[in-house]
């Protein structure tokens, strides 16, 4: 994958096109994040499909970084509270480690997302690293 394929990953990603998404994925693609791990393509669109009835997640690149087998990307991921998500809600369906967010609230995080790839290319695991704000 190389920097303009991401650009079109992220388009995908902003605009919820899961199956133009999923084209970029192996079949078993693992997505590792706040304790809890997603695994498939189909586990992949059902985890969105939950998170982002509550939450609008927008993706912006700061820096595409390409390496063997492997890329990181710098993003900015802005989150906005659609609905209240509370931690009873997270806890039901698995994902307590993750935070809850309120209807109405906009966060900006800044992340690197490691993007581990297959023998033909495809995103086989994904892993992030977040940054919370400084307070100002």
Not at 17 to 29: K, L, P, Q
Not at 66 to 82: K, T
Not at 88 to 102: C, D, K, N, Q, Y
């Amino acid at each position: 994958m190389n920097e303009s394929d991401y650009h079109r990953y992220i388009d995908a990603f902003n605009a919820r096109d899961y199956a133009a998404m999923e084209r970029f994925f192996a079949d078993d693609v693992a997505l590792e994040n706040a304790g809890f791990l997603v695994r498939g393509k189909t586990a992949f669109r059902e985890f969105y499909r939950f998170f982002h009835q509550y939450c609008r997640e927008t993706v912006r690149l700061l820096g595409f970084y390409a390496g063997d087998g492997a890329f990181v990307a710098n993003v900015v991921i802005r989150f906005e509270g659609l609905e209240d998500l509370t931690p009873e809600i997270l806890a039901r369906h698995g994902f307590s480690g993750m935070t809850p967010i309120v209807r109405g609230t906009v966060v900006e995080l800044e992340f690197l997302i490691l993007y581990a790839l297959n023998a033909d290319g495809l995103i086989r695991h994904i892993k992030g690293a977040v940054w919370v704000p400084a307070p100002h």
